[in-house]
């Protein structure tokens, strides 16, 4: 438990029908029960809703009508004691209300602070914690069960089923190590372990396989569309997006900065960037914006590249063929609706579009599909390692098993085998956050939402 009562408005900012200002700690029921003007919150059962007034201390006079739910630790979302105050949404009225109980001892909460007591007190481990900000962040269905799946559990579930395997291992070779006389270690590491560590890679790799899938359900797809001026990048943006959200002209040059916006394939969310005509150029603003280009091309996972039909291929056209080579990408040869000029035969694997034609957009959507594999997900019942430092942490579990092996095989003292085998133990753990420091949970909370 921690001694400050922390406070924040937990809905968004702004004005609205209602806001929501949450407390937690030891002092969050006295404290507001000091401005709370109606029944007497420290008598009240837990888990009620009550009706009154906050009270300015200096003058008595009410600042809101408000409802006040009070919840009594454990059974809370930080397992502390909570109270939220529901007041009229207004900015003034909730600032009011807030600069109120920070002189009453309450202090501000920082991102995150109420999920990072719910993991420091035990309530949840660190893939559930982390699972709230992935559901405050889903943007598609698929994304949202993948988010509900790990808050309830279950992949903590199975990354402890695992660690359980891995500690078996770790006991009987405990027991061997005490009792040398009891049979020779090497057929011992031999015969049972080496069986048993393999057994569990294997079951490592089928989660890793589906974790490939809980990534992109997770994270999306970030996706690139480049090519020269004018070839026609932004209007596939609008296209795709089916709003315009890109200035589309016919002067080469017209987007000047990067331009994103999302959109959903599949249950898939396409993170789509569109970019500035890639072309050697002496305009300082224009040269800025293809610079940018080149980077967003290297951190992409699907490249988008668009080329003119109407034209002949150019050197920049070659080069960007070139650079977007060993990237998954699609290649696009628009304006088909125009004369042909393009030297089709230069080119492979590509499709025909005319953005003034409804039916490209489904053909450029179709590509998609196929390229991810995207099919109909079950989210429902599949439980998805979607995020990136879990899938880390067990690809690390899985090596230092690996280099068990290799121990094994060269017929290493047991203890040497036994350091790998910890090594994984702890790699599972730290998914949990049952190894973890400090420095990782601050990070991690600190990337949440005020008020979470
Ligand atoms: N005929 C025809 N015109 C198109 C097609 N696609 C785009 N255009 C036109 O081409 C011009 C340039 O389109 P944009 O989408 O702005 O091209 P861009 O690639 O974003 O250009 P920059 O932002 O300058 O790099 C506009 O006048 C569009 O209306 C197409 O398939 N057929
Ligand atoms: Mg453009």
């Not at 454990?74 to 502390?80: G, I, L, N, Q, V």
């Not at 698929?142 to 808050?151: D, K, R, W």
């Not at 903590?156 to 500690?167: A, G, Q, T």
């Not at 061997?176 to 015969?191: C, L």
Request: charged share 30%; hydrophobic share 40%.
């Amino acid at each position: 438990m921690f001694d400050e009562t922390i406070v924040a408005v937990s809905t968004a900012f702004g004005e609205g029908a209602i806001s929501i200002i949450r407390l937690s700690g030891s002092e969050a029921i006295n404290i507001v029960n000091k401005v709370f003007k109606g029944k007497n919150l420290m008598d009240v059962k837990s888990h009620t809703i009550n009706y009154g007034h906050i009270i300015n201390i200096e003058d008595g006079f009410a600042i809101d009508e408000v409802l006040v739910s009070v919840m009594k630790s454990p059974r809370t979302y930080t397992a502390e004691d909570i109270v939220e105050i529901n007041c009229h949404g207004g900015i003034f009225v909730t600032n009011k209300i807030m600069e109120l109980l920070l002189t009453l001892g309450a202090r501000v909460a920082e991102p995150g602070e109420f999920t990072k007591r719910a993991f420091l007190n035990k309530r949840i481990d660190l893939t559930q914690a982390e699972s709230v900000m992935d559901l405050i962040q889903a943007k598609t269905e698929e994304s949202l069960n993948v988010a509900v799946n790990a808050l309830d559990g279950r992949v903590s579930k199975l990354i402890k089923n695992l660690r359980e395997e891995v500690l078996s291992l770790i006991a009987s070779i405990e027991v061997n190590i005490d009792y040398p006389e009891y049979d020779d270690a090497i057929v011992i590491s031999k015969k049972i372990l080496k069986p048993s560590i393999e057994e569990i890679i294997k079951k490592i790799d089928e989660i890793l396989e589906v974790a490939k899938t809980g990534k992109i359900l997770r994270d999306g797809i970030k996706t690139v569309i480049v090519g020269r001026p004018n070839v026609g990048k932004s209007s596939l943006l609008n296209k795709l997006m089916r709003e315009e959200k890109a200035i589309v002209t016919e002067i080469a040059g017209t987007t000047r900065d990067l331009i994103e916006g999302y959109i959903n394939i599949a249950g898939i969310t396409l993170n789509l960037i569109d970019t500035a005509g890639v072309r050697d150029t002496e305009d300082v603003v224009e040269a800025i914006g293809v610079e940018r280009s080149k980077k967003v091309i290297n951190e992409a996972e699907l490249i988008i590249l668009v080329l003119d039909n109407n034209e002949v291929l150019t050197k920049d056209d070659i080069k960007l063929l070139e650079i977007t080579e060993h990237k998954k990408r699609i290649i696009l040869i628009n304006k088909v609706d125009l004369e042909s000029k393009i030297e089709k035969n230069k080119i492979d694997n590509y499709i025909e579009t005319s953005m003034l034609d409804d039916d490209s957009i489904i053909k450029v959507e179709q590509k998609i599909k196929e390229i991810f594999e995207l099919g109909d997900f079950k989210t429902k019942d599949l439980t998805y390692l979607s995020n990136s430092r879990h899938i880390a942490k067990l690809n690390n579990a899985k090596n230092s098993l690996t280099e068990s092996l290799i121990s094994i095989e060269n017929e290493m003292p047991v203890d040497m085998i036994e350091i790998d085998i910890k090594d994984a133990w702890i790699f599972l753990g730290e998914i949990l956050g049952e190894e973890v420091g400090d420095e990782l949970i601050n990070e991690l909370f600190s990337k949440f939402c005020l008020g979470k």
